[in-house]
């Protein structure tokens, strides 16, 4: 694939909060969000279907939606969601709640639903070593994952760690949702968890034309005014490049601090999933590492550098 730049939104033109009760917050209900990823990651591995790499993508979501049922949201004592969300504190940080207690149960359900499914040898594998891995040592390699500290991480465990953070995540946020409307203002990491977003995505119906940052581990979605770099927040344009103009998804690119997010666009694909939708345009980001910009967005299923790890 080659990018060209395709648009240029100068500065003010939708780059405002909203002035109405457009929400700045959703989180999500994480039966719905797993089904409909999965459901989106198994039709883009059919449309690449020489990628075995997607086929585990989509294997990986489906073990997602299947073990669902086994994941305990935990209770929160809600004067701390409230304090933590009116300083804009994350309550579910990634640097300071982890369920450890509920560790093991997920990952085990995680690790039954993808050994009942016909897996790659070098994935039953891959998998294999990581239920050896003590649980101690599992919980080490969760806690560097949500720190980003991609060098204490065996490569390929990361999909099967960052789908079980996901898990614990997601279901936990819905129990967020009266407080959502405690959230004001901006922010470049999830109010509800303080992760990275994947990428952001423009919706459609109720809130037609408004951009959300999409969570990378709990899956919430906070609102970012357009033409802004969601990384460096430069009031500077920001240009936006795709294989065309008519691109669902395309890269927001920042001159300033040359980072990129992928930005994806459900008016032009109404089933786009921030997530699923991200892993299956590895050329678009290969792409704009060619054009010089750097990745901001993360995705829990591999670390920069890393992906197809666990093929064959
Ligand atoms: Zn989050
Ligand atoms: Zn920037």
Redesign the pocket.
């Known amino acids: 694939m080659s990018v060209k730049a395709v648009k240029l939104i100068q500065p003010g033109e939708i780059q405002g909060m909203p002035d109405d009760d457009t929400p700045l917050l959703v989180v999500v209900n994480a039966a719905e969000t797993f089904r409909a990823r999965a459901d989106r990651m198994h039709v883009l591995s059919a449309q690449q279907s020489d990628s075995p790499w997607l086929a585990f993508c989509a294997q990986l979501m489906q073990a997602q939606v299947d073990c669902l049922g086994s994941v305990t949201p935990q209770p929160l004592d809600e004067n701390v969601v409230r304090e933590s969300m009116i300083h804009k504190l994350p309550p579910l940080s990634i640097t300071t709640w982890l369920p450890e207690s509920q560790w093991s149960v997920v990952f085990n359900a995680l690790s039954e639903a993808l050994e009942a499914m016909p897996l790659a040898p070098g994935v039953r594998g891959a998998l294999e070593r990581l239920k050896q891995t003590a649980v101690a040592d599992q919980i080490r390699q969760a806690k560097a994952l949500l720190a980003a500290d991609d060098s204490a991480l065996p490569a390929d465990a990361v999909p099967f760690i960052g789908a079980a953070l996901q898990l614990l995540w997601a279901s936990q946020s819905k129990t967020l949702s009266a407080f959502v409307e405690l959230h004001k203002g901006e922010s470049g990491l999830c109010p509800v968890c303080g992760s990275h977003p994947v990428a952001s995505v423009v919706r459609v119906g109720e809130r037609d034309l408004h951009r959300y940052l999409i969570c990378s581990l709990c899956a919430s979605e906070w609102y970012a005014p357009r033409a802004r770099?969601t990384?460096?927040e430069?009031p500077k344009e920001v240009s936006m490049l795709g294989d065309t103009r008519d691109s669902a998804l395309q890269g927001e690119c920042?001159e300033?601090?040359r980072?990129y997010l992928k930005i994806m666009f459900q008016a032009k694909e109404p089933l786009i999933d921030a997530v699923a939708d991200d892993l299956a345009s590895i050329s678009l980001d290969l792409a704009l590492s060619a054009e010089g910009f750097s990745r901001t967005g993360r995705n829990l299923f591999f670390t920069v550098g890393q992906a197809d790890t666990t093929q064959t």
Do not use: A, D, I
Request: hydrophobic content about 10%; proline content about 0%; some cysteine.
């Open positions: 770099c990384n460096c430069t920042c300033v601090c980072g």
